[in-house]
């Protein structure tokens, strides 16, 4: 009986450990994707964690593996080679791109979960089009809107007329974050609607182009973890766009973030799951959509009543720095849950606390910046989080490599004793032509 026991018990655990323990593959090399592998690697179920490309701050907490993200081919032989369990998606791009549905049909990738969704669903986010339709056959509420194209920019003319000012101007596809134009002049609005869809403003990404009434409001972005059919509502976030203190200036990926956005309540996040979060989700059932992953829903409150801006398919930058600090469950549990079918039985626990991320530029960005400068870190950061975006590593050192060099994340009780604690470790970091806001969150603090 005993040796029984032992041989059913020996198998018992080494079942549960090939359930349990996986292989990680994350896609990006963006601070998104180093908060996701700092946030993952801590989990007890995690064997190995793998990004690529990944940057020097990922290198930190899993294996760098450079290769191009949109080569699908390539990433199939690297998930087979080292046994990859869960591939998440971290950008945009591979996600529009059909990621997702090119692992659909590999049958030597069939028993991998890939955290993303299909092509047609990616469409949410690679569509401003589609995103707008979307939204009013299934009545979520946002922007009076209309799309024009080369063969009816004249039409396009004539909504701008109807429009009261500013004018804002989306177009339709990816364009890196720059595709969207908010105008205060009419003839400005009809000159650039004319370079975009004529001239080719934005690429192919401007063939098409939205027009939509502008909404004033507070902004705050609501992100959701979805296996299809169930949904968890993730940490609640406020991000920065603007280059300059108080919103001045050219718009960025992002100068910082806080989460949660301490404007609403309860009450108010209630009436966003009815009005908005269900409704996609029940939607996306509809069209026979099976969405595995995150969606970002970009929200304006206009006077007491949740908009949606925009879809993302994925986790925002920099508000990945504050939700994930903030998620008190182990994330890859999560993931676990929605490769096997236990999803809806997981639990998510949520920090009270108040986190704030401010994020440290190049010099000249959004604009032209130089590279290669080096990064001195200061050896105490007081209990806060940097997350590395656009860094390097050479010879045990840091340097810049991007527009959006790294971010400092702290939490506190308060959230202006995370800011505090986030510019504290923001002045100790050194390098030629660094640059940050200071006013992150302050518009809140008194709000």
Not at 10 to 35: D, P, Q, T, V
Not at 122 to 137: H, I, P, T, V
């Amino acid at each position: 009986w005993g040796r029984r026991w032992c041989t059913r018990g020996f198998s018992f655990f080494s079942n549960y450990r090939k359930l349990n323990i996986m292989n990680i593959l994350l896609i990006g090399s963006g601070g998104r994707e180093h908060a996701i592998a700092w946030k993952i690697s801590k989990s007890s179920m995690i064997k190995k964690l793998i990004v690529c490309p990944g940057n020097a701050g990922t290198e930190l907490v899993a294996q760098n593996i450079e290769l191009d993200i949109n080569d699908f081919n390539k990433i199939k032989l690297l998930c087979i080679e080292e046994e990859i369990d869960i591939v998440i998606v971290g950008p945009e791009d591979p996600l529009v791109n059909g990621i997702s549905d090119y692992f659909e049909v590999q049958k030597e990738l069939k028993g991998i979960t890939l955290i993303g969704p299909c092509k047609k669903a990616a469409q949410l986010e690679g569509s401003k089009d589609f995103a707008k339709e979307f939204m009013k056959k299934y009545n979520i509420p946002t922007a009076k809107h209309k799309t024009f194209d080369i063969n009816s920019i004249e039409s396009g003319f004539k909504f701008l007329e109807n429009l009261s000012p500013p004018y804002v101007l989306k177009a339709d596809g990816l364009a890196a974050g720059k595709g969207v134009l908010i105008l205060d002049k009419l003839t400005e609005a009809k000159k650039c609607l004319k370079e975009m869809i004529l001239e080719n403003k934005f690429g192919n990404a401007s063939e098409k182009v939205v027009i939509e009434e502008f909404l004033e409001g507070m902004e705050l972005s609501v992100f959701v973890l979805t296996d299809g059919s169930t949904y968890k509502i993730l940490p609640t976030a406020k991000d920065y766009k603007r280059i300059g203190e108080k919103d001045t200036g050219l718009n960025t990926g992002g100068m910082g973030a806080v989460s949660p956005a301490t404007f609403i309540d309860r009450f108010y996040l209630e009436k966003i799951e009815m009005e908005i979060v269900k409704p996609t989700i029940e939607g996306l059932k509809k069209e026979n959509i099976n969405y595995l992953g995150f969606i970002f829903f970009g929200l304006i409150d206009v006077a007491g009543e949740p908009k949606v801006i925009e879809y993302n398919v994925r986790m925002g930058d920099p508000e990945s720095e504050v939700v994930f600090p903030r998620i008190k469950s182990d994330l890859l549990n999560l993931l676990v849950g929605i490769k096997n079918g236990t999803f809806s039985e997981k639990d998510l626990h949520i920090d009270k606390r108040v986190a704030v991320t401010v994020m440290l530029a190049s010099h000249g960005y959004p604009e032209k910046y130089e590279k290669n400068k080096l990064i001195d870190l200061p050896e105490d950061f007081n209990e806060s989080l940097i997350f590395h975006s656009g860094t390097k590593s050479r010879s045990s050192n840091f340097y810049t490599n991007g527009g959006r060099v790294m971010c400092v994340t702290s939490l506190s009780e308060s959230l202006k004793q995370a800011l505090e604690k986030s510019l504290k470790v923001c002045s100790k970091i050194n390098f030629d032509g660094k640059y940050y806001r200071k006013d992150i969150g302050r518009d809140l603090i008194n709000y």
